[in-house]
């Protein structure tokens, strides 16, 4: 049975491959399966029939069977496991892109989605001045620590992994801010994840969507 995954009936993004959508895109780019899209509209994922895959009303979702799966960790982490290409065979090697995947969604991605609410959603609000250059800060602490971390290595624990397919997609949804070119070797790591067919793959998959291409 082919998997079919939602997607934003019209993506915010505009097609520029920052929607979560894309990290399950790649993630069945990786490992060669095929999946089907189902979009939906932003009134149609807060209504019932949508909350009862994903409660909190986003996308994406993954439905194969009688298997439902909403959180993009998850989803990707349950098609690495299933299909090689996308998590070491060694399993401390596995332990560790696994690691890497929960410090993209849990350590990395939060002071992203705090500057990014902050400077669309808290504009004009009186302690605006005072709190982006404090998120700011914080995303480029994380960022130096993960440059030092990388090094002059391609990826974050040998091959590419899962745990890279997170956190390059966390990376790039900082990237329109400015603070990545900070960094030229995770700029450099991006590049390198984003030049890779998968990626190209599912970019071209998502950016068609958004231009009707």
């Keep these: 049975m082919i998997p079919t ?3 934003f009936e019209r993506s915010p993004d505009r097609g520029q491959g920052l929607a979560r959508d894309m990290r399950v895109r790649w993630a069945f780019e990786e490992v060669g399966q095929p999946y089907n899209v189902r979009l939906v509209s932003f009134a149609e994922m807060k209504q019932p029939a949508h909350r009862a895959l994903q409660p909190f009303g986003q996308i994406p979702t993954y439905e194969e069977g009688d298997l439902a799966l909403f959180e993009t960790g998850s989803i990707v982490l349950h098609i690495a496991e299933r299909h090689a290409g996308l998590l070491p065979d060694d399993p401390n090697g596995r332990a560790r892109a696994i690691t890497w995947m929960f410090a993209a969604a849990s350590t990395v991605e939060p002071p ?3 500057l990014q609410t902050l ?3 808290e504009g004009d609000k009186p302690w605006f001045e005072a709190r982006l250059p404090l998120v700011q800060g914080r995303i480029r602490a994380y960022l130096r620590d993960l ?9 974050l624990d040998g091959a590419f992994s899962a745990g890279d397919l997170m956190m390059v997609h966390v990376l790039l949804r900082v990237r329109p801010s400015g ?3 900070e960094f ?5 790591y991006c590049d390198r994840a984003r ?5 190209q793959r599912a970019f071209a998959a998502q950016l068609a969507l958004a231009t009707g291409a």
């Design 5 to 7: 995954i939602t997607a």
């Design 112 to 114: 992203i989605l705090e």
């Design 119 to 121: 400077k669309f959603g």
């Design 147 to 155: 440059a030092a971390r990388l090094g002059d290595a391609d990826w």
């Design 179 to 181: 603070i990545l070119d």
């Design 184 to 188: 030229a070797t995770l700029s450099a």
């Design 195 to 199: 030049a890779r067919p998968a990626y």
